[in-house]
Nanobody
Framework: QVQLVESGGGLVQAGGSLRLSCAAS????????MGWYRQAPGKQRELVAL???????NYADSVKGRFTISRDNAEDTVYLLMNSLKPEDTAVYYC?????????????WGQGTQVTVSS
């Protein structure tokens, strides 16, 4: 099974930038997709950005043009570069992988990292 650990969250002023990292460890045979999600207080968890097997990338409309998801294959690490941050981006950000391991499709989540954007 894959374990995910996020880092890079923090407090930043509106207009600033942060880069989140998600480091993976464990065994897998195929990654179906890997992504970043976020959950603000009182709201449901929502998809922020997703890398799909084959290389396609999807972004939530609210972050298009500001956020960039990328992957370092050698390090099994996924990044989320967040520019032009807004107070409404404040949330706990989670990394998630959908993958196959020993023939079983599985999903792993990280513990989350807090991002707070002040106005």
């Amino acid at each position: 099974q894959v374990q995910l650990v996020e880092s890079g969250g923090g407090l930043v002023q509106a207009g600033g930038s942060l880069r989140l990292s998600c480091a993976a460890s464990g065994s897998f045979s195929r990654i179906n997709n890997m992504g970043w999600y976020r959950q603000a207080p009182g709201k449901q968890r929502e998809l922020v950005a997703l890398i799909i097997s084959g290389g396609s990338i999807n972004y939530a409309d609210s972050v298009k043009g500001r956020f960039t998801i990328s992957r370092d294959n050698a390090e099994d690490t996924v990044y989320l570069l967040m520019n032009s941050l807004k107070p409404e981006d404040t949330a706990v950000y989670y990394c998630s992988w959908d993958y196959h391991s020993v023939g079983v499709r599985m999903t792993s989540w990280g513990q989350g990292t807090q991002v707070t954007v002040s106005s």
